[in-house]
């Protein structure tokens, strides 16, 4: 019998190829990935809500000007009467109500408001703007006020829309759920793009899902940014989340500092508001108390505020939200005109400034016409965005379904030393933005009690099976 050389050498096993080395973030990407999933699934139609009447109200600045044009502009005349007749002309058309506010015209062709509260009819929230020709003194109309902001019917009306659906304070629950997670949302399509961006770059000339994905993924890069920032500052003024915010600068010593209305002197009381009927006429007057607040350097658009009582004082406070440092306030005493009390915005703390400025933004105020645009932009890529995303959804589905959820048991690929400090992470989060945490608290609850389930179902049909056999 003869043997067959030996092939040992040529046949020995090679060593198996060294894997590559996985980042160190890999673990995570399967949790990212569910989290944007439900996430994604669940919230998008408060966020589709938030964003179609977000883009409605960053176009109602503009539809409010032609809407309401008559009451807002005049023909320019030669000489703007004193505002104290403008109000009594204001006055002698509304005698009911009490004047709370004066915003002389801030531009040679606008009106002069005069805000009356406690008019009959008025929500309480609201007060009546009446509009006066500076020029004549004629009233030019009169309109519902809603705000600092001076939003009359139609954009109050789309702006509650926004907040709250016109359902009160159980609506604004919707408005601050969409703020709390645009943000978790737009993290975690940022982390997925990127972990994949090689293989997304032969996305061109493709179609279905992955021609989705790549648009959806693009648009979401670009966006993220604009997203973040409507988060933040849309959870600032938020009922819940807005409060602990408040509670935090309050502790860090960033609270919004308010100028003092307590008039000053020996003549405190006198010549205030006993006795005026509410008409807004105090101690100087309004004139005396426009000029001094002039001589202080506060240029138009301002608001003037009468006397609450007879110890308190004019206060005289900027409104033009349009640049970031017009907000100075002074106030005057009533009974010889002297200032009292001067705020500059340039004092304010940082996280105040930061916070009256992202609020403007967030309205679309602080610089006109571009912010509104930027805005409008930004809402109609979250629209394009959700909608992308349930096609998605839908196209990784058979037969017209929708596709299957992302895998349960993602957490458990996490090492100990990230998923320990994580979970203390969105434990702090969820505590400070209540309407992340309570929904979170709740899908993981509702997940853990479908995993159960379906892992007992198996075991007894398993073990069914076993005892066939």
Same mark, same amino acid.
């Given at each position: ?5 030996s ?10 190829a ?11 990407? &399967? ?7 439900y996430?994604?699934?669940l919230?998008a139609? !408060? ?7 977000g ?6 600045f503009q539809?409010?000007?032609i ?7 005049v023909?320019?005349?030669d ?6 007749q ?6 002698e058309?509304?005698?009911q ?6 915003r002389?015209?801030p ?9 009356? @509260?406690?008019?009959?009819g008025? *929500?309480?929230?609201r007060?009546?703007?009446v !509009?006066?020709?500076?020029?004549t003194g004629k009233?030019r109309?009169?309109?519902?006020q809603?705000g =600092?902001?001076g ?10 829309l ?14 601050e759920?969409a ?7 737009a993290a ?9 961006? %090689?293989?997304l ?8 899902r992955?021609?989705?994905l790549?648009?959806h993924?693009?648009?979401?890069v670009?966006?993220?940014?604009g997203?973040?920032?409507?988060s ?5 003024? @938020? ?10 600068r ?5 609270a919004?500092? =308010? ?8 003549h405190?009381?006198?010549? @205030?508001?006993?006795g ?10 309004? *004139?005396e ?6 001589v202080?350097?506060?240029? *138009?658009?301002?608001?003037?505020v ?7 004082a ?6 033009q939200r349009?640049w ?5 306030a002074?106030?005057?005493d &009533?009974a010889d005109?002297?200032?009292?009390d001067?705020?500059r ?5 940082v996280l105040?400034?930061l916070? %009256?400025?992202?609020i *403007?933004?967030h ?10 645009i ?20 839908w ?10 959820p992302?895998p ?6 996490v ?6 400090p994580?979970l ?6 969820g ?15 509702v997940?853990?009690?479908?995993g159960?389930i379906a ?13 066939a056999k």
């Open positions: 019998m003869t043997t067959a050389p092939t040992a050498k040529d046949e020995a096993p090679q060593p198996p060294a894997a590559p080395p996985k980042s160190g973030w890999a673990p995570l990407r &399967p949790l990212i990935l569910r989290l944007h999933f996430a994604g699934v919230v139609p !408060f966020l589709l809500v938030a964003a179609v009447t883009l409605l109200y960053a176009a109602s539809a409010e000007k809407v309401y044009d008559h009451e807002l502009t023909p320019v005349g000489r703007a009467l004193p505002v104290s403008q109000v009594a002309a204001a006055r058309a509304h005698p109500g009490t004047v709370t506010a004066v002389p015209a531009e040679p062709d606008a009106t002069t408001r005069v805000l009356l @509260s406690g008019v009959p008025v *929500d309480a929230d007060t009546l703007a !509009f006066v020709d500076p020029y009233v109309g009169a309109l519902e809603y =600092s902001t939003a009359l019917p139609l954009r109050a009306w789309i702006d509650e926004h907040r709250d659906l016109h359902l009160g304070e159980t609506g604004r629950l919707y408005s759920l703020a709390s997670w645009l943000w978790v949302i975690g399509g940022l982390v997925l793009w990127f972990s994949r961006r %090689r293989a770059r032969t996305v061109r000339g493709t179609g279905g992955r021609r989705t790549g648009l993924g693009t648009l979401g670009w966006a993220a940014a997203f973040f920032f409507l933040a500052t849309g959870l600032t003024w @938020s009922a819940y989340a807005g409060a602990n915010i408040d509670e935090l309050t502790s860090l010593g960033q919004t500092p =308010s100028i003092s209305a307590a008039a000053g002197g020996e405190a009381g006198h010549g @205030s508001a006993a005026s009927g509410g008409g807004g006429e105090h101690g100087v007057g309004l *004139d108390v426009l000029a001094a607040a002039r202080e350097g506060l240029g *138009d658009p301002v608001e003037i009468p006397p609450a009582d007879a110890d308190s004019y206060v005289v406070k900027q409104v349009g970031p440092t017009k907000q100075d002074v106030a005057v &009533p005109g002297e200032v009292t001067v705020l915005f340039a004092d304010f703390p105040a400034k916070t %009256r400025w992202g *403007d933004l309205t679309g105020v602080l610089f006109g016409l571009a912010n509104q930027a805005l409008m932009l930004l809402a109609f890529c979250l629209i394009l965005l959700i909608v992308w995303g349930y096609r998605m959804w196209q990784r589905g058979r037969d017209s379904a929708f596709g299957r992302i349960r048991g993602a957490w458990q690929q090492p100990p030393q990230v998923l320990v994580l203390a992470v969105v434990a702090a989060v505590y400070l933005v209540p309407l992340l945490g309570i929904p979170l608290a709740a899908f993981l609850a997940d853990i009690a479908l159960e892992y007992r179902q198996g075991r007894r049909s398993y073990g069914g099976e076993a005892a």
